[in-house]
Nanobody
Framework: QVQLVESGGGLVQPGGSLRLSCAAS????????MNWYRQAPGNEREFVAA???????RYADSVKDRFTISRDNAKKTVYLQMNSLKPEDTAVYYC?????????WGQGTQVTVSS
């Protein structure tokens, strides 16, 4: 059974940084596209960042130049480095793993940006 386990969330002050990790239990991690989404209270889940099997990246406009997505295929892990955090970045962050015919989500990790 495929599992995605996020970690690294927490409470941080505005302007601070966090790095989220998402570890996958899957045999061929390198064949999956990896994504981060987030959902704030009362809002719909929204796209944050994506990285393809070839390493190409894409970001939501709201996080561009502040967040960086990366992957380590040997460790079967995707990361989200979040810098210059703002209160509006507060949300539950979810990892998503996709390839044709497959779509898996993690359980989420809370990120709170507050002074």
């Amino acid at each position: 059974q495929v599992q995605l386990v996020e970690s690294g969330g927490g409470l941080v002050q505005p302007g601070g940084s966090l790095r989220l990790s998402c570890a996958a239990s899957v045999s061929i991690f390198s064949s999956y596209g990896m994504n981060w989404y987030r959902q704030a209270p009362g809002n719909e889940r929204e796209f944050v960042a994506a990285i393809t099997t070839g390493g190409s990246t894409r970001y939501a406009d709201s996080v561009k130049d502040r967040f960086t997505i990366s992957r380590d295929n040997a460790k079967k892990t995707v990361y989200l480095q979040m810098n210059s955090l703002k209160p509006e970045d507060t949300a539950v962050y979810y990892c998503r793993m996709t390839r044709f015919g497959y779509d898996y989500w993690g359980q989420g990790t809370q990120v709170t940006v507050s002074s």
